[in-house]
């Protein structure tokens, strides 16, 4: 199964759950999956998704949304669940790890390209954050 489909960037959790720009708030939070909330009330909405299972990876999935419609997808995964980080399993070489073997998966997923009439994708590593992650901003 194509996970993200570069001609109008949709990111499929499988055959029925896609996420993409024109899905607002509602719609995704009606997925039958575990998922928690959060209402910025500034306009700004999240939806957290933990070890979805997409073929053989689990995903952590952070779903950003402002004025009801999706403006990014921010995610990670792992071959095995991903346990509740925390400082004490934290390792700066790991999540530089990470960086390298999320931006191989875009690769062979996507290819080389990451902007699009849609909006961009990138894998990225927080030093602040402390954090790698891959983010698809909508336009």
Do not use: H
């Not at 939806?47 to 990876?57: A, E, P, R």
């Amino acid at each position: 199964m194509e996970i993200i489909n570069t001609e109008n960037g949709n990111f499929s959790l499988n055959a029925e759950m896609v996420i993409n720009a024109n899905k607002e708030f509602a719609e995704v939070n009606s997925f039958d999956i575990d998922k928690t909330t959060n209402d910025m009330g500034n306009g700004y909405e999240w939806i957290y998704f933990k070890n979805i299972k997409i073929g053989s990876l689990y995903f952590f999935l952070n779903v950003c949304f402002f004025q009801n419609k999706t403006k990014m997808i921010n995610f990670s995964f792992s071959e095995s669940q991903i346990k509740n980080p925390s400082w004490d399993n934290w390792n700066e070489n790991e999540e530089k790890t990470n960086q390298r073997n999320f931006e191989e998966w875009l690769n062979k997923s996507i290819g080389s390209k990451r902007k699009f009439n849609w909006g961009d994708i990138s894998s990225n590593y927080d030093l602040k954050g402390a954090g790698t992650s891959v983010t698809i901003n909508y336009q």
